[in-house]
């Protein structure tokens, strides 16, 4: 009774998985080009650059390497050879606890994505955007996008008031790790600057809600958009100010 | 399979991906392109000479000395203060360099104006001196920052002798913030010469 139960699941549910990305993609044809984010590029760049966002990649590496992964795929953040190794079973886990030392160290994800090279052709564009400016005369333009350049590991976050706190002793210097091993590796990585880690990603951990934002990531929705609408960047800063309400309650 | 087999099947794995991951961990770019090193206006010697001037004390550069036979102009030594996230976003100089915690900045810039006689063009030449005091090396933390302090004055300094001074690379932001100071000036003046040309004289009845 459960096999059959089972077999039927896999019959029809799995391919509905890969196929429902796809018929969703179809009705997404929106152009969208945002010129105030430096780091948002337009679908004609990233065509030309042949990244080509939203559809089975990202759902794909949404659902089987990390929540996190599927979404920045749309950024044009390229995926590590580890990251993938990390969907491998059994062996996968201890890649996972390899990832995690680097969270653990206190490595952060933009010199990683820089050392690994997987931000290499986004930061060729946004370096193209800077000698542009400068050739057309625009310095102060170029003078901005030189300072607030996202591949700027002290760029993260750009406010300085949201930085996450010292969490070198105690229970707390292992928050990132585990978060990145139980999560994603680029949670832990991302939280080591400052980003904070949305409620879908806690969910994640029991597998199947991965599901939610390996769909987003199908139907191309950047990771970078989403930590605008959710205000990720600012977590700590938010933090603050409720543990500044809390300690006020307490004493009024 | 047997568990044996899996167990060293996943233990290969496992030390292959740790080397794999280790020997990838070496390649550090640089977050933004090489700076300007040059640039030609199209405004003849002298215009370009005091608007440079004006730049660069618009930019909070105060003495600036000049050595006019050799066209060149040199700012003084600005100081930065707080640790190495300040120092970057100051707005004064930033520094392309990982992995090193400086505890103070300097800055300094060298400008070289070549008149091109022929077109009645003038060529600039920016070279950018920084400087950063090394408090801590190798700290690839980087948190937490502290909050931003103020400049160090003469007397803090002697008081530090603690860390080493250490030439940096630019990473151009100094160069474009003078040059668009510059075109901001020259473009003005362009702009007051031709509306003055322009209006029409008062002053003869």
């Not at chain 2, 707080?82 to 120092?87: D, L, V």
């Not at chain 2, 090394?134 to 603690?162: C, H, L, M, W």
């Not at chain 2, 901001?184 to 029409?200: E, K, V």
Request: charged share 25%; net charge negative.
């Amino acid at each position: 009774m459960i096999k059959n139960v089972l077999r039927t699941l896999i019959r029809w549910l799995l391919p509905a998985l890969f196929i429902l990305p796809q018929l969703v993609m179809a009705g997404n044809d929106d152009p969208q080009c945002e010129s105030e984010v430096p780091l948002t590029f337009t679908k004609q760049e990233m065509a030309e650059a042949g990244f080509e966002p939203g559809g089975f990649t990202p759902f794909f590496l949404g659902m089987i390497v990390g929540p996190r992964i599927g979404l920045e795929w749309n950024d044009g953040r390229n995926v590590r050879t580890l990251e993938v190794l990390r969907a491998l079973p059994y062996a996968g886990n201890l890649v996972g606890l390899f990832l995690c030392v680097e969270a653990l160290s206190g490595y952060r994800m933009t010199s990683v994505a820089g050392e690994t090279g997987i931000d290499d052709w986004r930061r060729e564009i946004y370096f193209k955007r800077i000698h542009k400016a400068e050739q057309t005369g625009d310095f102060a333009q170029a003078a901005h996008l030189r300072e607030c350049s996202p591949f700027d590991t002290y760029n993260h976050p750009a406010n300085r008031q949201a930085v996450k706190p010292d969490e070198s002793t105690g229970l707390a210097k292992w928050r990132s790790g585990i978060s990145g091993f139980l999560i994603d590796n680029r949670v832990g990585l991302e939280r080591e600057e400052s980003r904070g880690i949305r409620t879908v990603e806690y969910w994640s951990i029991l597998w199947l809600p991965r599901i939610f934002p390996a769909i987003d990531a199908a139907q191309g929705e950047t990771m970078s958009d989403i930590v605008r609408k959710e205000h990720l960047d600012t977590e700590w800063l938010k933090n603050d100010a409720d543990n500044k309400n809390t300690q006020q309650g307490v004493t009024q | 399979m047997k568990p044996r087999f899996l167990g060293r099947m996943t233990l290969i794995l496992g030390l292959c991906s740790g080397v794999l991951g280790c020997t990838s961990l070496v390649h550090i770019p640089n977050p933004v392109p090489p700076p300007l090193t040059g640039r030609t206006v199209a405004a003849p010697l002298p215009t370009v000479w005091s608007a440079s001037i004006g730049a660069l004390q618009g930019m909070g550069f105060q003495n600036v000395a000049a050595d006019e036979h050799q066209g060149v102009l040199v700012t003084e030594v600005k100081p930065l203060a707080g640790n190495t996230a300040h120092n970057r976003n100051s707005g004064i100089a930033r520094f392309a360099v990982e992995r090193d915690i400086y505890s103070e900045g300097q800055s300094r810039l060298h400008i070289t104006l070549l008149a091109l006689e022929e077109s009645g063009q003038t060529e600039i030449r920016i070279a950018p001196e920084l400087k950063g005091k090394v408090e801590k090396r190798g700290d690839i933390k980087y948190a937490p920052f502290k909050p931003a302090t103020e400049e160090v004055s003469d007397s803090d300094n002697e008081n530090q002798a603690i860390g080493v001074w250490e030439t940096l690379s630019s990473n151009g932001v100094l160069e474009d913030r003078f040059l668009a100071a510059l075109m901001d000036l020259l473009h003005s003046d362009n702009a007051a010469r031709q509306s003055g040309d322009l209006l029409p004289d008062h002053s003869t009845p």
